[in-house]
């Protein structure tokens, strides 16, 4: 076997000890049997210098008499031997000659020649490989070569196995407070003893509590990893709270990026008795540490395994080796990439390009020995992969470079996870639930930021407190006896509670605690996570009872159109037999009065439309002020003498969209209302203003959307009313008033009318208090316009010969609605439902002129005739809707176009043949 393949074979060996759970000790003995088959030695040890007092001691040994060790096996930090490897030059000499007196007892050994080559990890000697020849007088320069590349090999197998073991080394204290979640937690003393960890601790570095409680932190993790941490330990120890990031070793969960916060733990009077570290698993993968040459078949699928591409760049032949796992990471085959620096250069990304080559180049000229830096490589499907590099560099004598050696590993994944983990962390920081931990006798030991806000209490104001502070006086005994007996019995307690704040006021939290258990089962202490639900439980509350209204408002809408067909018969039926009565006659007198009655019920279902928002409303740019004062003679006339009125008008209103007519009724039903709660007089007032509703507001108002509003203030000084009523006050039909004093649909349809212009109203009164109802009107951008003069009543309207199609299926109205028709001239081809409509439509027997339809019948609705009915007769062609509900239903079709008219029902002869006077005088 040649130099370079024994050299490559210990290599390989090497690099499996790192993926095999071997300890240091096992290790430095391979690294001692590699160190004496690449360089043909028989004897020599390993020295590693000792943190604390800067001797080298050895470490591991083969070879030597123990009189010969007794002699070497510590050398102080003072003796030329350890100056030399302090200063990372290898020593290659005779025994004899080595420049250093030696006691007589190592001259008898028989050593002839002899190498001492530094182990360094970065620019920092911490050791050296010392190996002796009983043979040869001198160690063969390719020998030295391969001494020096092995000690290389063994700094990072000796720092790897180093952290490994700190890192192995720091469990404990936590758990009892957070078993339940992910991250692991610890807590140590002033002196830097370990008096907690959590379970997860455990798990994590594979130890049990009692292994770890009681030592030394830099003991456990290790003099260099605390070394590291001292700054950050000494910032927390100080009073300051210290986010941390550091990789370390987990025993069986290999290499680990751990990122976390140190908390600083105060005593009853302020000062720090020590600090919690609370600490995040942030990788979830393992990163492979070797970065050896890939020649062999057995290194490649171990590299291969741990997703590691492998590079080296020969700076004499100016050649780079690129491994089997880099090509594939990018996607690539082992042919489709060849031995060139461009390889690599060519595939950086454009943006950092630059960046990486400076930095790289200031590496290969200044006097360090490792770099590690991120970047982005092209990938073969045309996307940018992240990877993340680490490089040693060997230098000639002169300190020019001779070769690199260099790893990369694809972090594009772990760089979104950590940007995940970021806002996991930022959202841990910032959890709004509460959180609290007691000992098994109540005592509370930890809360968390958000029992301070939510509470009012400080922290310091409640351990050690029981959390009965907290008690309403709204749970009985019985309660609290519950919960005890559940979380005492070892079980998790869900329930809510009614506590108080520190400023007494009250507020509701959904509660779950839970016994917390050590490793022997016992109950050590509970912990608590609650969330206050009082918004909630208010939205809720505000949601059912808009779900109430809205199921009574159903209710009363298929009441009204129902109604509204009866009373199509009944009041077109009465201005029939009205026209053919004799004038002045009694039966023509009970027929006014009929028909009187008619439109009171007609203005009731109206109410009931406009309560259940399936009334139609004219809007245009209304200025709310101007119709105010308009009504002043109305709102004087409706209250009584007695109630004196006050209008306070804030100038510059912006307008609102709003049916001019609607808004009128709103406001006179709220007259009426509070004229009614002031028999004995009082005071009346409406004031108008502008208000802007922001987020805070619409989130205890449902109904409300955040924007600028037109807010109209209805005061009274009348009777007032209780929780109970205001609660009711809007629900149809709900009446305070004496059987036959009202309907009970004065307020409901203030209701409706204000949530048909999407806005909301809200009430303030108590009993003897009187009444103040809140109108919230949108605000619109349009300018108001003087509203149109009403229209002068014309000659009678001529009746016609078209024919008409009459669509019906309330049997009483389409009588009704035949007999006007025929008898002012017209041919009327009756259907009683959609479908039959359709199919006179579609006979096509003779030109059907207009149709007249109900908006609502069965199989086919009046909007699906008309569609139909165009299709055979032009786009054009009249169609007349009569509808008890909304112009809604009527998809595609606009009232006022040139061949559309909508009646509500009940209307009355004239308007019906007026409006379809109009529609065929244009044909």
């Known amino acids: 076997m040649t130099c370079r393949e024994r050299q490559l074979r210990v290599q390989r060996d090497l690099a499996l000890a790192l993926t095999q759970e071997r300890g240091l000790d096992e290790t430095l003995k391979l690294c001692l049997e590699g160190a004496f088959?690449?360089?043909?030695?028989?004897?020599?040890?390993?020295?590693?210098?000792?943190?604390?007092?800067?001797?080298?001691?050895?470490?591991?040994?083969?070879?030597?008499?123990?009189?010969?060790?007794r002699t070497v096996r510590r050398l102080g930090p003072d003796e030329k031997p350890v100056r030399l490897v302090r200063e990372g030059t290898p020593l290659y000499t005779r025994y004899s000659e080595l420049p250093y007196e030696r006691p007589p007892e190592r001259d008898r050994e028989g050593l002839r020649s002899v190498a001492i080559v530094p182990i360094l990890h970065g620019d920092e000697a911490i050791g050296c490989l010392n190996v002796a020849s009983r043979e040869a007088d001198r160690i063969e320069e390719s020998d030295r070569e391969s001494l020096e590349t092995l000690a290389g090999v063994m700094g990072q197998v000796i720092a790897a196995k180093q952290a490994e073991i700190a890192l192995q080394a720091s469990e404990e204290r936590f758990r009892k407070i957070v078993d339940h979640l992910p991250q692991f937690v610890a807590f140590a003393d002033t002196d830097l003893r370990y008096r907690y960890v959590n379970r997860t601790y455990e798990k994590v570095f594979g130890m049990d509590a009692e292994a770890i409680l009681g030592r030394s932190v830099p003991e456990f993790i290790g003099e260099e990893a605390f070394e590291r941490a001292r700054p950050h330990v000494e910032r927390v120890l100080e009073g300051e709270k210290v986010h941390y990031r550091e990789q370390c070793s987990c025993l069986h969960n290999g290499s680990r990026h751990i990122e976390g916060v140190l908390l600083p733990e105060r005593d009853e009077h302020g000062r720090v008795h020590g600090y919690y570290a609370v600490l995040n698993d942030v990788t979830h993968y393992v990163e492979a540490l070797a970065q050896l040459e890939a020649t062999s078949a057995r290194m490649d699928a171990a590299v291969h395994a741990g997703r590691i591409g492998i590079w080296e760049r020969d700076f004499r032949t100016g050649t780079v080796f690129y491994s089997a796992e880099w090509k594939r990471q990018l996607g690539y085959a082992d042919d489709d990439v060849g031995g060139a620096l461009e390889e690599w250069t060519g595939r950086l990304h454009p943006d950092e390009a630059s960046r990486v080559l400076e930095e790289l180049q200031a590496f290969m000229e200044s006097a360090n020995t490792e770099y590690e830096f991120e970047f982005r490589l092209r990938h073969r499907d045309g996307s940018y992969r992240w990877l993340e590099a680490r490089t040693v560099i060997y230098r000639e004598d002169d300190g020019t470079p001779r070769r690199m050696l260099g790893t990369h590993v694809d972090v594009t994944e772990r760089r979104q996870a950590e940007r995940e983990r970021e806002h996991l962390l930022h959202a841990v920081e910032q959890v709004a639930d509460i959180v609290v931990v007691t000992d098994t006798e109540g005592a509370i030991r930890f809360v968390n930021s958000s029992f301070e806000r939510i509470t009012g209490y400080g922290r310091d104001e409640v351990l050690g407190e029981n959390p009965r502070i907290l008690k309403s006086g709204e749970q009985s005994d019985d309660y609290y006896r519950d919960l005890w007996e559940t979380i005492s019995g070892g079980r998790t307690w869900h329930g809510r509670f009614v506590n108080r704040k520190k400023d007494g006021e009250h507020y509701t939290e959904s509660a779950t605690i839970s016994p917390v258990f050590d490793q022997n089962g016992t109950i050590v202490s509970y912990v608590a996570v609650k969330r206050d639900i009082t918004e909630q439980l208010l939205l809720e509350e505000q949601y059912l009872h808009a779900q109430r209204l809205e199921g009574v408002g159903k209710l009363a809408g298929g009441i009204a159109h129902d109604f509204n067909n009866i009373l199509q018969v009944m009041m077109g039926n009465a201005q029939i037999a009205r026209t053919e009565a004799e004038e002045g006659s009694s039966l023509q007198t009970s027929l006014d009065e009929v028909l009187k009655a008619g439109k009171r019920a007609r203005d009731l279902t109206r109410e009931l439309l406009t309560f259940t928002r399936r009334h139609d409303t004219e809007r245009r740019p209304v200025n709310i002020n101007e119709l105010i004062a308009n009504m002043e003679g109305m709102i004087r006339t409706a209250l009584s003498e007695r109630v004196g009125y006050e209008s306070r008008l804030t100038d510059g209103l912006p307008a609102v969209s709003a049916d001019p007519g609607q808004i009128e009724q709103a406001l006179l039903n709220l007259v009426t209302n509070a004229r009614d709660a002031m028999p004995e007089g009082g005071s009346f007032r409406i004031e108008t203003s502008t208000q802007y509703l922001d987020e805070w507001f619409c989130t205890w108002h449902s109904?409300?959307?955040?924007?600028?509003?037109?807010?109209?203030?209805?005061?009274?000084?009348?009777?007032?009313?209780?929780?109970?009523?205001?609660?009711?006050?809007?629900?149809?039909?709900?009446?305070?008033?004496?059987?036959?004093?009202?309907?009970?649909?004065?307020?409901?349809?203030?209701?409706?009318?204000?949530?048909?212009?999407?806005?909301?109203?809200?009430?303030?009164?108590?009993?003897?208090?009187?009444?103040t109802f809140r109108l919230y009107l949108p605000a619109s951008e349009e300018s108001c316009e003087a509203p149109e003069a009403p229209r002068l009543e014309g000659d009678p309207v001529p009746g016609g010969t078209a024919t008409v199609l009459?669509?019906?299926?309330?049997?009483?109205?389409?009588?009704?609605?035949?007999?006007?028709?025929?008898?002012?001239?017209?041919?009327?081809?009756?259907?009683?439902?959609?479908?039959?409509?359709?199919?006179?439509?579609?006979?096509?027997?003779?030109?059907?002129?207009?149709?007249?339809?109900?908006v609502v019948m069965p199989r086919y609705d009046g909007s699906e005739v008309a569609r139909r009915f165009r299709e055979k007769h032009g786009e054009e062609a009249p169609v007349v809707f009569l509808s008890g509900y909304s112009r809604n239903y009527l998809s595609g079709f606009r009232e006022r176009d040139s061949a559309t008219r909508i009646l509500s029902k009940p209307c009355c002869e004239e308007d019906l043949l007026r409006a379809m006077h109009s529609l065929l005088e244009k044909r």
């Open 37 to 69: 088959e690449v360089s043909g030695t028989q004897a020599g040890g390993v020295y590693l210098f000792q943190p604390d007092t800067g001797e080298l001691a050895i470490a591991a040994h083969q070879g030597l008499s123990e009189d010969f060790l």
């Open 703 to 771: 109904e409300a959307s955040p924007g600028e509003y037109v807010r109209i203030d209805v005061s009274d000084t009348g009777c007032g009313m209780d929780r109970d009523t205001c609660e009711k006050a809007f629900d149809p039909f709900f009446t305070t008033k004496e059987v036959g004093a009202g309907t009970g649909l004065g307020l409901s349809s203030v209701y409706g009318i204000v949530s048909q212009h999407k806005g909301f109203i809200s009430l303030y009164s108590e009993p003897g208090r009187g009444a």
């Open 806 to 854: 009459l669509g019906e299926d309330d049997p009483g109205v389409m009588t009704w609605l035949r007999h006007i028709l025929e008898r002012a001239g017209y041919r009327v081809i009756a259907a009683e439902d959609g479908a039959a409509a359709l199919e006179l439509i579609d006979a096509g027997g003779e030109k059907i002129d207009l149709a007249v339809l109900d």
